[in-house]
């Protein structure tokens, strides 16, 4: 079985969990931090929305030098599938989505001076959001929702409440140092606003990831982390309908962790920055084109760079 630090009796065991335990941010990469526009506007309600796309992953990542592992580099092919469905709960338009990705990476490096390559392949975990308007955004269908829309077009403020839950489905071995999987649940509140003014948007998101432990985590050890407090901000330029561009930023930070009681002192400090443009089809077919970049803001960590392309159909 080929994983870095293959060669144990060089490395000891304190060594092999703290590699282990990078690698496993590294891991969740694709999933962390993301940046993604317009969460929060408002859709009738009683429609259904199914996507399908693909994402690159280039990632650097840093070790401490104590591990004699650098010149790490991640290449993450990603197949993502999406189904979004919105209702009325209580006067309010709600939406309820769930995301499915499967996974091609290769990581490789330099451990201990010699070359050393890694490929996964796999399902990731399963990902469901559930969010709900608390102001704005009022339940409608049809030519209710179109009249309602002509009128809020000059300016509209909408604010939503939402949980996504991250659910421990994907490819894992407590034996590997690189998993496609997290082995825990995550949950992550959400508040939001958005601001409409003209073919102007501004969109502000708070988050919380709240983790469950690892009791099965590398090396026989159990993986606690503290909350990771997240905020995210957007601004969008709408053309026309389905037509938009839009930029984002966003800074993590927390998340420090904790190996059978001990705490390693690795709280996490992430940038994140991108942009989107969607161009319709069809009045119920689009496209989407992505681009997300993130940075660490310590010494250790991974810098990524994502470009991803997908589309999706309403009825």
């Known amino acids: 079985m080929l994983m870095f630090c293959i060669r144990s009796h060089n490395r000891n065991t304190c060594s092999l969990r703290a590699a282990a335990l990078s690698l496993l941010w590294l891991a969740g990469a694709c999933s962390a931090q993301e ?59 709600a939406r309820i989505g769930v995301a499915q990705g499967y996974q091609h990476g290769r990581w490789s490096g330099d451990v201990g001076g010699e070359p050393t390559t890694i490929h996964r ?19 409608m269908e049809g030519k209710e929702f179109a009249a309602y829309r002509a009128e809020k077009a000059k300016s509209e403020t909408i604010m939503g409440a939402g949980l996504i839950v991250q659910l421990p489905t994907g490819e ?8 496609l999987g997290s082995n825990r649940y995550t949950f992550r509140p959400q508040l939001g606003v958005l ?3 003209g073919k102007f948007s501004m969109e502000l998101t708070s988050s919380v990831w709240l983790y469950t432990d690892n009791d099965d ?43 059978d009681g001990k705490n390693k002192g690795d709280k996490r400090k992430n940038l994140a920055w991108g942009g989107s443009i969607s161009y319709p089809i069809t009045r119920k077919v689009g496209t989407k084109l992505t681009y997300v970049g993130t940075k ?13 392309l997908a589309a999706s159909v309403l009825w």
């Not at 894992?172 to 998993?179: A, R, V």
């Not at 606690?224 to 930023?249: A, C, K, M």
């Not at 660490?296 to 991803?308: E, N, R």
């Open 35 to 93: 940046l993604e526009p317009r969460r929060w506007n408002h859709l009738p309600t009683g429609i259904h929305v199914a996507g399908a796309g693909y994402a690159y992953t280039h990632a650097t990542i840093n070790f401490s030098p104590v591990l004699q592992i650098k010149d790490v580099d991640a290449d993450i092919h990603t197949a993502l599938a999406k189904y979004i469905q919105t209702f009325s709960v209580l006067g309010h338009s």
């Open 121 to 139: 392949d796999g399902f990731t975990d399963s990902i469901i959001r559930f969010s709900v308007s608390l102001y704005g955004a009022p339940p």
């Open 172 to 179: 894992y071995y407590s034996n590997k140092l690189i998993n």
């Open 195 to 197: 601001h409409s003014r």
């Open 217 to 259: 985590f590398y090396g026989d050890t159990r993986l606690e982390n503290d909350p990771l407090y997240v905020l995210q901000g957007h601004l969008t330029y709408s053309f026309r309908p389905g037509l938009w561009l839009g930029t984002g930023i966003g800074y993590g930070y927390g998340a420090e962790s904790t190996l």
């Open 296 to 308: 660490s803001q310590t010494s250790l960590g991974a810098d990524t760079h994502t470009i991803a």
